[in-house]
């Protein structure tokens, strides 16, 4: 994958997570913003933010969430950033980690 491709898949990726995290503000309490192609998520009780950035130099996208970080890589036969570990999309891992912080009610 050229970096242009990488660029359009990281920001469809993150920019769709983005609007489907927004869509759940009403019903739980986070804060999302998306800057300069990275989105952030910030919990207010007990302060935390979970950040997802694109990785251009590496073509990943990486999550710092529940005090670790992750590191997607693009998989064509999923059509999705994956964790290469669990086989977890970018959208699975980050409803995980927004269960653990915010109880299993929540989805996107």
């Known amino acids: 994958m050229d970096d242009q491709e990488f660029a359009r898949r990281a920001d ?3 920019g ?5 995290l927004a869509g759940a503000t ?12 990275a989105l952030a998520i ?9 950040i997802v950035s694109p990785n251009a130099p590496v073509h990943q996208i990486w999550v710092s969430a529940l005090t670790k970080s992750f590191k997607l890589e693009w998989k064509a036969e ?6 290469p570990e669990s086989g977890q999309t970018l959208e699975a891992l980050m409803v995980s980690a927004m269960r653990q912080r915010l109880g299993p009610a929540f989805s996107l």
């Open 42 to 50: 910030e919990f207010d009780e007990p302060h935390e933010k979970f």
């Open 78 to 83: 999923a059509g999705a950033f994956v964790l």
């Open 16 to 20: 769709d997570l983005y609007r489907k």
């Open 12 to 14: 469809g990726a993150i």
């Open 26 to 37: 009403d019903d739980f309490e986070f804060d999302v913003d998306m800057n300069a192609g």
